[in-house]
């Protein structure tokens, strides 16, 4: 026979389990998003730079370029002849094909890459946020990502 008081205290156990159950899928979730967006965080600018460095493999050096310069003050900037000459067949970077991407930071409104080629010193590219326009690194107020 059950007791008057057995099933004291037993809605306040399950709201503590239920309580429990939430704090920790809530804590588990920011956990998750945070990861998230650690990993993600520049996966747009890092996707841009792949696919130069996509197009430079297979040779189609003017759509590289058309990623490079997207505005005529770029181009004008920074002519075809000139971006022949760092990325072309007989230019600085020719072997592209053991080119990859070693680090990426944040830096104020875009992000620096670092491309390692394997032999020579790395390259620092620099990917706009807003326009995912790529150029070289040395930006005003960025210091250099550590080696």
Known sequence: MAGYLDQYGAGEERRIRI???????????????????????????????????????????????????????????????????DWGPQGKHADIAQVRITRSRSCGNGVILVLDFGKDEPERLFVKRDDLTIGFWPMAGCPAPPR
Not at 67 to 85: C, I, K, N, V
């Open 19 to 85: 309580y429990k159950a939430l704090a920790i899928s809530f804590v588990s979730l920011l956990i998750v998003a945070g990861v998230a967006y650690y990993i993600l965080h520049n996966y747009r600018q890092e996707q841009e730079v792949k696919q130069f460095i996509s197009l430079l493999q297979q040779k189609d050096y003017k759509g590289a370029y058309n990623l490079w310069a997207r505005t005529e003050g770029d181009r004008r900037d920074y002519p075809y002849d000139s971006f022949l000459q």
